[in-house]
């Protein structure tokens, strides 16, 4: 053991302590400037902005719509782990340690700054995380110098003793307190209540060193580490409290009254839903309807200051503000949307009762020029999605959606305009948090997922998905209903069919459609012999087109095969 050198776990502690410091603090001051500043959430975005295409698809497979809660979950990971280094680094190599500190908080900075919806101090909060962070651990690393070092004496600490321990009092260690511990010290069990960073709990309370000067510098060191580690985590505990607080636009969205539609959906018929425990319901709840996004931080766009810019290859320029939009007569359509990183079988699509406004009628008032074959929408946080003009004018009900089964959009989902369009894949027409409508070419524009690899158009491709009974599921041999939902938003659904095992294809009874750009039910009483069995299921468009046995992934444009289940009967 070389002792020319304070103690590593130390240090990697001081590390610790002073970045869980320095980002508390930058939670903190965000969380009063503006939360879309904060240094975690600057630096996940990035991370998802700059992410390889592939990645999303891995992301998405492995924590479905816990995507964000599990990236947060790394990042942290990640930045504690090189806190630690960064620790060892500084009582190494100063001021190296202190330099990876305040690149980290740089680092924070430039992602801070290139989110489309930075503020004008978005660079503040991962400024001071970094500045704070790197001088606290040039501070501790100078207290940590402070222990004296101690040569080690046999017998070595025994190898379950904790770490701070058997580095530091790496003496003999005495049992009983020496004469002149002071009654603190001879509490010593208080150690058991260890501290997050450890800092509850000094090793010298349990083993004092031999010499006083050793308990002094050790608390010391100990002490202040503490002391950042806890200030940060009140910091950052209380910037989350402050963030959920400033609910102000959650206020706005709770006590607004959405206009009637000036025009209803067609009722939806009794026979349009099963109602088959387990089977997808064909109205997907609010508080039940996938969620994809690339936003770490919900937006929160006060309708009040909400304004949709309409420009490009247009004649006239179309500002449009939120008494604006709602003003005009709305209607209701129901619309399944689905995401081009549904895997087949998955559960990334949903359906809903809009309310909303068609885009035709917008574009019109700007008269679009007959060059243009595209609309570029952007939201609020630089989203950007490519949809064929076609779709927007052919008459299908693209709208601009303030309603959502009754109730203005969910925060989520895109409070309080987003866009919804039949039969285009959510990443190419659904943008959330719209603020934005460019008239313009595929030629000339390109849209978020498209930099990253994705097809620019996407078209919904036919599918059908088996729902009950679960994949894996055993079920009692006798008569056991098969139930799932197919698709092809606006072209429609003619047929599903199912194959057990290698038997022949049977019809199965669909439910009354809603109408060609929704999703439809499908059910087959099935005599189950024990053993175990094969279902898998396709669908038949209106057009006659078959739904293709080819698998694909979801990467460049859409998932495709027949979703199979394996079901044990006994
Ligand atoms: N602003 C914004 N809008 C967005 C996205 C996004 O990342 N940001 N993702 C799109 C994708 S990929 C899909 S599938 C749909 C999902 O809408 P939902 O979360 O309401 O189900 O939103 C679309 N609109
Ligand atoms: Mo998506």
């Keep these: 053991m070389d002792d020319s050198h304070p103690s590593y776990p130390l240090a990697a502690v001081a590390g610790v302590a002073s970045v869980v410091l320095g980002a508390g ?17 600057a630096i996940g975005s990035a991370l998802i902005d700059f992410a390889p295409p592939w990645a999303k698809d891995v992301a998405i497979s492995l924590f479905g719509t816990n995507d964000k809660a599990a990236l947060l979950t790394g990042i942290a990971i990640v930045v504690l782990g090189l806190a630690a280094l960064a620790g060892v680094l500084e009582a190494r190599f100063p001021p190296w340690g202190r330099v990876v500190v305040f690149v980290f908080g740089l680092a924070g900075v430039l992602a801070a700054l290139t989110r489309a919806d930075a503020g004008l101090l978005a660079w503040l909060p991962s400024a001071v995380a970094g500045v704070l962070a790197a001088w606290v651990l040039g501070l501790l690393v100078i207290r940590l110098r402070r222990i004296p070092v101690a040569r080690p004496v046999a017998p070595a600490p025994s190898l379950a003793e904790p770490i701070e321990a058997s580095r530091v009092g790496s003496t003999a260690i005495p049992r009983t307190p020496p004469p002149d511990a002071t009654p603190r010290q001879a509490r010593g069990p208080e150690g058991s209540a260890r501290g997050p960073e450890g800092s509850a709990r000094g090793p010298e309370g349990s083993a004092p060193g031999p010499r006083p000067d050793d308990g002094t510098s050790r608390r010391t060191f100990l002490l202040w580490t503490g002391a950042a580690a806890a200030i940060g985590i009140l910091a950052g505990v209380g910037g989350t ?10 206020a706005v969205r709770n006590a607004l009254k959405l206009p009637a539609p000036a025009k209803t959906a067609a009722p939806i018929p009794a026979t ?3 109602r088959i425990p387990g089977l997808a319901p064909v109205i997907t709840p609010n508080a039940d309807f996938y969620r994809i996004d690339t936003a770490l931080i919900v937006p929160q766009v006060d309708p009040a200051t909400w ?12 500002t449009l503000t939120w008494d604006e939009l709602i003003a005009l007569p709305l209607q209701e359509s129901t619309t399944t949307l689905t995401c081009v990183s549904n895997d087949v079988g998955g559960n990334l699509i949903s359906n809903a009762v809009w309310l909303g406004y068609p885009i035709r009628d917008l574009l019109s008032r ?3 020029s007959s060059s243009a074959d595209m609309v570029l929408s952007t939201s609020i946080d630089g989203f950007t999605a490519s949809t064929p003009l076609e779709a927007l004018t052919d008459g299908r009900d693209a709208i601009l959606a303030v309603g959502m089964n009754g109730e ?4 989520e989902h895109g409070f309080p305009v987003r866009m919804v369009v039949p039969g285009l894949y959510g ?13 313009t070419r595929f030629a000339d524009a390109s849209a978020y997922w498209t930099q990253r690899g994705w097809s620019e158009r996407g078209p919904i491709k036919l599918e059908s998905r088996i729902d009950v009974p679960r994949d894996g599921a055993s079920v009692t041999a006798g008569t056991v209903m098969l139930a799932g939902v197919a698709w092809q938003q606006h072209v429609g659904v003619s047929g599903v069919e199912v194959q057990i095992d290698d038997g022949p294809w049977q019809k199965a009874e669909l439910a009354t459609a809603i109408s060609d750009d929704t999703w439809v039910q499908w059910r087959l009483p099935w005599s189950a012999a024990s053993g175990s069995h094969t279902v898998r299921c396709r669908a038949t468009s209106a057009t006659g087109e078959q739904q293709t046995s080819t698998q694909a992934p979801p990467a460049p444009d859409g998932a ?3 979703h199979q289940i394996a079901v044990s009967v006994v």
């Design 560 to 562: 495709s095969g027949w």
């Design 408 to 411: 203005p959009l969910p925060a």
């Design 427 to 439: 990443y190419v027409s659904a943008t959330k948090w719209v603020t934005d409508l460019e008239v």
């Design 25 to 41: 603090v930058g939670e903190l001051v965000a969380a009063v400037i503006d939360p879309t500043s904060s240094p975690f959430a």
């Design 241 to 250: 409290v402050l963030r959920g607080g400033s609910r102000s636009v959650a």
């Design 366 to 368: 700007a008269g679009v």
């Design 307 to 318: 304004k949709l810019r309409i420009h490009g290859l247009v004649d006239k320029e179309v």
């Design 272 to 274: 349009a839903d099963f």
